[in-house]
């Protein structure tokens, strides 16, 4: 799965470290979601697209 979490922090002008703390989770979290290396549960995808004012279809893309 494929997600544009990088995007929406960038844009917020956010680190990852301030990301990880708004979501109670280690910036090694944040860097691996990023990457694609982690899909993250379903609680923290919400808590993702909540943050973001987003849905999450806007934030994580299901590989074809």
């Known amino acids: 799965m494929r997600n544009r ?3 929406f922090r960038s ?6 470290q301030h990301l990880a703390d708004e979501l109670g989770v280690s910036r090694q979290t944040v860097i691996s ?3 694609g ?3 993250p549960s ?3 995808a919400f ?3 909540s943050l973001f004012g ?3 279809e806007d934030l994580f893309i ?3």
Do not use: G
């Open 62 to 64: 299901p590989d074809d």
């Open 11 to 16: 844009n917020r002008k956010w680190s990852q």
């Open 54 to 56: 987003s849905s999450i």
């Open 5 to 7: 979490v990088k995007e």
């Open 47 to 49: 808590r993702l697209a």
């Open 33 to 35: 979601i990023e990457r």
């Open 37 to 39: 290396r982690f899909d």
């Open 42 to 44: 379903l609680p923290l």
